[in-house]
């Protein structure tokens, strides 16, 4: 499971991901809003831990931003003992969850778990349109029929799938999927592998991008659907 954690208070912030590091969740942080920000929309996470208080964006305009554009990742806000306002602030802005600072570590880990568990790896099926994914038997599937794909082309699918139509970053997918190491044009190549194993299961979903714009998964109009 793939956590951001925005929290600008650098050695809380060091401790915090050491804890949800060894609880076996992958961490990535941000140490202001505006960088919290920059990797919401140019990656995939299954939650997003955001402390309001934090420099060039607080918490509370970060998840505007990402609710406005579209962006459904689960939102745990780090909020103070005082901060009865900006609670209920978050929660009408579309948190799904706050934890009170100074907080238990082992009540943000089941948080985070609990909030994650519907977008993550915990459940190795996936719907985005008429496609089904089944990361675990490495199958995609339309009423037509099913077909069986590589690893690195499940793990590519998957990824987008779970990103519901938004735009990933190409440098984010070749990390996640060949660890940062793979020639050029690899993306390329996949995305025409993928599309034309999904021409044959009569499917109206397609992989589109470049490496310069970032890729994605649309539906039979160029949008976004899933479900």
Do not use: C
Request: net charge negative.
């Amino acid at each position: 499971m793939r956590v951001l954690l925005a929290e600008d208070n650098a050695s809380l912030a060091r401790a915090t991901a050491t804890i949800l590091t060894k609880s076996g969740l992958e961490v990535e942080r941000a140490a202001d809003g505006g960088e919290a920000l920059s990797m919401l929309r140019g990656g995939f996470y299954d939650v997003a831990v955001l402390d309001i208080m934090m420099p060039v964006m607080d918490g509370l305009e970060v998840l505007r931003s990402i609710r406005a554009e579209g962006n459904s990742v689960p939102v745990i806000m780090l909020t103070a003992k005082t901060q009865v306002d900006d609670k209920v602030e978050g929660l009408e802005l579309g948190a799904n969850d706050y934890v009170t600072k100074p907080y238990n570590a082992r009540e943000l880990v089941a948080r985070i778990k609990a909030a994650g568990r519907p977008r993550s790896g915990a459940t190795s099926l996936v719907n985005f349109g008429d496609l089904t994914i089944r990361a675990d038997t490495l199958e995609l599937s339309t009423k037509r029929g099913t077909l069986r794909v590589d690893p690195h082309e499940m793990s590519f699918v998957s990824l987008l799938a779970r990103a519901g139509g938004r735009t990933v970053e190409s440098t984010w997918l070749l990390e996640r999927v060949w660890e940062g190491d793979a020639p050029d044009g690899t993306l390329s190549l996949y995305a025409s592998f993928i599309n034309g194993k999904l021409q044959a299961l009569g499917s109206p979903v397609s992989v589109v991008g470049s490496d310069e714009e970032g890729w994605r998964m649309v539906g039979p109009d160029g949008e976004a659907t899933q479900g």
